[in-house]
């Protein structure tokens, strides 16, 4: 992560599409008397930055996603999770628990731990 010119936060991430790796930025815009931040092309989602010691792990960040319902008449959000980030290959799976208790605490019940079938890109 980093701040740009313009004040907004840069996430840059290296994944893995098919066999290619590709370089993925997202770019966050700082909302002025509020604590979410705004993902570019995605007004209507609120994104808010947790600090990796929420999950005892100072080399992540937490990142919150929300959107409203899709309708007036929906009660429930359209998307709310949480996503943890390390810039290590490996997470021991005390950090893990520690994220997975602090995210059902908060109403989070479900998780997904998307398979490590290849090596990391970097």
């Known amino acids: 992560m980093e701040k740009t010119a313009s004040g907004a936060v840069l996430l840059t991430g290296h994944m893995r599409k098919g066999d290619d790796c590709i370089k993925q930025n997202w770019t966050f815009h700082v909302q002025p008397d509020r604590d979410d931040l705004v993902l570019e092309g995605k007004p209507q989602r609120r994104t808010l930055l947790w600090s990796g010691s929420w999950a005892n792990c100072l080399d992540c960040i937490i990142l919150q996603e929300i959107e409203p319902p899709l309708t007036e008449t929906d009660s429930e959000d359209s998307l709310g ?36 079938e290849k090596e990391f890109c970097t």
């Open 81 to 116: 999770r949480f996503m943890l980030y390390s810039r290590q290959a490996e997470v021991n799976s005390e950090m893990v628990a520690a994220f997975l208790r602090n995210a059902d605490c908060s109403g989070f019940t479900k998780s997904v731990k998307p398979a490590q």
